[in-house]
């Protein structure tokens, strides 16, 4: 199956500093990109869907100010956690389409830990 | 909005038995469902996925049946294995969209 892969795998900041995650299609060109986070016990939160060339389209109640995404080729898309704080600490989740996504999954990586101090 | 259901949340089980594990959701205009394992720590593997025309996908000792009509997804486990023990999440698309929703899972404990 189609590869995804997520770096770094986990990372531990300082308050208030920046973390940028990055999501790669392996063997795929992804036009869409979906990022979520879980916390300990609880199911995944659909928190923006990145299309390449184009502004994320961010859930709401997400502070798009806060968690950036770009989108700058069909392969890659970064999250970038502004200004952390502990409450961001949570597990980071991206997903990738194939074209034919009605027939397809879409394809997980294998998620960051970010933990804040 | 698509809300997807998952009870009970977890289930524990001695090996050999057969399983079902139950899926709803609120919103039959779906385009496809999925059912995932997620591993302690780990991301997403995905097990079946069945679009909206098809009635049930197998795969192995997996099989799993959508009944868009009542809302509902079922994934039968057949002759459970410890190595199966994991948490199972159910996700289907919403408002004709390729956005996933996901249930809240279910954590599955298969006893030696």
């Known amino acids: 199956g189609a590869v995804v892969s997520q770096h770094p795998s986990r990372v531990i900041c300082k308050s208030g500093t920046s973390v940028k995650i990055e999501c790669r299609s392996l063997?795929?060109?992804?036009?869409?990109m979906f990022w979520y986070r879980q916390f300990p016990k609880k199911s995944l939160m659909l928190m923006a869907t990145s299309n390449e060339g184009s502004k994320a389209t961010y859930e709401q109640g997400v502070e798009k100010d806060k968690f950036l995404i770009n989108h700058a080729s069909l392969t890659l898309s970064t999250l970038t956690v502004t200004s952390a704080h502990p409450e961001d600490s949570s597990f980071y989740i991206c997903?990738?389409?194939?074209?034919?996504?009605?027939?397809?999954?879409?394809?997980f990586g294998p998620g960051t830990r970010l933990l804040v101090l | 909005k698509q809300e997807v259901t998952q009870i009970p949340a977890a289930l524990s089980v001695p090996e050999g038995e057969n399983l079902v594990l139950n899926c709803s959701f609120t919103?039959?205009?779906?385009?496809?469902l999925q059912w995932f394992r997620q591993d302690p720590g780990k991301g997403l593997t995905s097990l079946l996925l069945?679009?909206?025309?098809?009635r049930e996908q197998t795969s192995g000792r997996l099989n799993a049946s959508l009944d868009k009509s009542s809302g509902r997804s079922t994934l039968y486990i057949a002759a459970s294995q410890p190595g199966d023990s994991a948490t199972y999440l159910c996700a289907a698309t919403q408002g004709g969209s390729e956005k996933l929703v996901f249930g809240k899972g279910m954590k599955l404990t298969v006893n030696p």
């Open positions: 063997d795929f060109q992804a036009t869409t």
């Open positions: 919103d039959s205009a779906i385009y496809n």
């Open positions: 069945i679009q909206s025309s098809q």
């Open positions: 997903s990738a389409t194939p074209p034919t996504w009605y027939q397809e999954t879409q394809y």
